[in-house]
C-alpha cells in the first residue's frame, strides 16, 4: 500500500474527455476513451508521475456509474505500470461511495480520491467517521481526502485531520490553500501528505521541505511541462527556480477567477473546466455534461485566456 510518504511531487488530477453528444440529457457512454489514453499518455510522457481523476472538473457528478468505471479503466490501462492512479468516488452518501470504490479498485485503482456526501453539512465527529467507515470497508486501499470547502459546506479542522492521519488508510488530503494550510500542514506532521495547489507549493515547501513533498495540480492536462519543472524544481530545492516557475503558473492560473474569487469560481468550474482545457489544447475535452452547460460569459472569457496562457507554459517549458 502506498503511504504518504511515498507521494512525491505534483499529483495531477486530469479531466474526463467527453464525446461530442454529451451535453444532451440522452446520451450514454459519454466518456471519449480514444482521447482519454492519448491524455494519459502525453501526461505520463511530460513528466507527471501520479494521476488523480474525477474530483469536481473531472465530473465524478455527472458520469453514470458505468461511464466512470469505464473512465477509470482507461486511465489505469492506459498509465500501465507507470504511475499510480487514485479515482474519485465521490457520491451523496457512504454506501454508493463505498461501492464505487469497490468497483473501481476491482478496476486497477491503486487508491481512491474520496470528497465527503454534500447534500448536508458535516461536523469533525461525522467527517472522521465517514472515512473511518470507508477504510473499514476497503482495508489497505489509500484514500486521498477531498478537503474543498465551498463544495463540501466546510471546512476539515486541524483537530479533524490528527484524526484522520490515526486511520492508515487515509494518506493524504488535496488542500484548497489559504490560512490554513500551514497549520493543517503541521497538525499532522507528515503522518498524513497534505497537498497544496501547486501555485501555492513552493513558498510552504520552502518552509517545510521535509513536510511539503508533493502537491495537486488540475492543470496536468493543460501544461504537463511546466509541472514537472515545478516538480523538479521543489524536489530538488532549488527556490530560485520553483519561485520563477511558481511565478509562471500564477500567471496562467490567474484569468480562471476572472468573476471573484473561488467563491464565484465553484459555481461554474466544470463548465469553466471544459472551456480552459479546450483552449489549452492538449486535450480534446468535449462538452461539460447535464446539468452544469452554461456559464457567465464574463467567467468564460476568463477560462479561454487562462487556456490560451496555459498552452503558451506548455510551449515554454515542453
Not at 503511504?3 to 474527455?17: C, E, F, S, Y
Not at 497544496?196 to 513552493?202: I, L, M
Not at 513533498?213 to 504537463?224: E, F, L, M, N, R
Amino acid at each position: 500500500m502506498i503511504t504518504a510518504t511515498d507521494l512525491r511531487g505534483v499529483v495531477g488530477i486530469v479531466p474526463t474527455p467527453a464525446t461530442p453528444d454529451a451535453g444532451r440529457w440522452d446520451a450514454e457512454h459519454t466518456v471519449n476513451l480514444p482521447e482519454t489514453e492519448r491524455m494519459v499518455r502525453a501526461v505520463i510522457g511530460d513528466g507527471i508521475t501520479t494521476l488523480m481523476t474525477t474530483g469536481t472538473f473531472g465530473e465524478c457528478a455527472t458520469l453514470t456509474a458505468g461511464e466512470l468505471q469505464e473512465f477509470v479503466a482507461c486511465v489505469v490501462a492506459s498509465a500501465g505500470d507507470a504511475v499510480p492512479v487514485f479515482a474519485g468516488i465521490t457520491t451523496l452518501n457512504t454506501r454508493d461511495t463505498i461501492h464505487r470504490g469497490r468497483a473501481l479498485v476491482g478496476a486497477g485503482a491503486t487508491g481512491l480520491f474520496v470528497g465527503r456526501p454534500m447534500w448536508l453539512a458535516m461536523d469533525d465527529t461525522a467527517i472522521v467517521r465517514y472515512y473511518r467507515d470507508i477504510a473499514e470497508a476497503l482495508p489497505g486501499v489509500p484514500l486521498v481526502v477531498y478537503d474543498n470547502p465551498p463544495a463540501f459546506k466546510g471546512k476539515i479542522s486541524a483537530e479533524a485531520y490528527e484524526r484522520l492521519a490515526a486511520i492508515p488508510e487515509v494518506i493524504a488530503a488535496k488542500h484548497t490553500g489559504g490560512p490554513a494550510l500551514e497549520r493543517d500542514l503541521v497538525a499532522v506532521a507528515g503522518r498524513l501528505c497534505v497537498l497544496p495547489n501547486a501555485p501555492d507549493w513552493y513558498p510552504v515547501a520552502r518552509d517545510h521541505p521535509d513536510l511539503a513533498s508533493a502537491c495537486w495540480s488540475g492543470a496536468v492536462a493543460c501544461a504537463p511541462a511546466a509541472m514537472a519543472a515545478l516538480e523538479t524544481a521543489v524536489l530538488g530545492r532549488d527556490w530560485g527556480r520553483a519561485e520563477e516557475v511558481s511565478r509562471r503558473v500564477a500567471w496562467a492560473e490567474e484569468p480562471m477567477f476572472a468573476g471573484g474569487g473561488l467563491a464565484e469560481f465553484v459555481d461554474y468550474s466544470i463548465q469553466l473546466g471544459h472551456v480552459r482545457f479546450q483552449h489549452a489544447g492538449l486535450v480534446d475535452i468535449g462538452p461539460s455534461r447535464p446539468p452544469y452547460l452554461e456559464a457567465p460569459p464574463r467567467y468564460v472569457e476568463g477560462s479561454v485566456e487562462c487556456g490560451r496562457r496555459w498552452a503558451a507554459l506548455q510551449r515554454e517549458f515542453g
